[in-house]
């Protein structure tokens, strides 16, 4: 099993671009949760997927972010008009369908916004 | 409202010295306690979980209820223990986790 994969590793685009990652969960699993880390922060919850479905995006800023996780290919999070505080350490992880299953992450994906 | 609390940034330790990382926690149901950990240019893996009251690599914490706290304890740090450590707060089941903003500890030979 190869892992949580993410990618790429690193994104750098300008101000007012679009942002793409990609997350591909560990095989079968079907839980998707996407996190935040900003500079000198913890990880930030954003939002938590099954497949087709979003079941709680409660950490999601309002504007210009959104996610899915379709039937079948990696999840992606897309971020519309980056600005320079999209800058961050975008992390997924995943976990199988049992209850009180640990998350298992990727590696993460560093966003920079110039 | 579920909130994780590390009040240490960094942690500094000679080698063999016991260490604590403290991790407080505020949730009204049943929490579920996890300790992540974070070694350098890895990802971020699970370290223990308090359902499970198991040691790995040396490490225990206790959940206390009363004071509301998971801390994290070793009674001889390594140079290997160097690594940065995020307590999470989970309801229970493939929910979202919340994470604490992390502690790095940095042992010193």
């Known amino acids: 099993n190869a892992g949580v994969m993410q990618n790429p590793r690193h994104l750098v685009r300008r101000r007012g671009q679009e942002a793409r990652l990609r997350c591909s969960p560990m095989?079968?699993?079907?839980?998707v949760y996407w996190y935040r880390q900003l500079p000198e922060e913890g990880l930030k919850f954003m939002v938590y997927?099954?497949?087709?479905?979003?079941?709680?995006e409660s950490g999601m800023p309002k504007e210009r972010f959104s996610a899915e996780f379709p039937k079948e290919g990696p999840s992606i999070l897309r971020i519309q008009q980056v600005v320079r505080g999209d800058s961050a350490a975008y992390f997924c992880a995943s976990s199988p369908p049992i209850t009180g299953s640990e998350q298992y992450f990727g590696p993460g994906t560093r966003l920079t916004v110039t | 409202a579920q909130r994780v609390t590390q009040p240490e940034k960094l942690l500094s330790v000679f080698k063999g010295a016991p260490v604590e990382l403290k991790c407080n926690y505020s949730?009204?149901?049943?929490?579920?306690l996890f300790w992540y950990v974070q070694y350098s240019r890895q990802r971020l893996q699970l370290l223990l979980r308090h359902i499970s009251r198991e040691s790995i690599k040396g490490f225990t914490a206790d959940l206390n209820k009363g004071e509301t706290s998971f801390h994290l304890k070793k009674p001889f740090a390594q140079e290997e223990d160097s690594a940065m450590y995020y307590c999470a707060l989970g309801p229970g089941g493939y929910q979202k986790v919340t994470f604490g903003t992390g502690t790095k500890l940095q042992v010193i030979p």
């Open positions: 997927l099954q497949k087709e479905n979003i079941i709680d």
């Open positions: 095989k079968g699993h079907s839980h």
């Open positions: 949730y009204s149901g049943s929490p579920e």
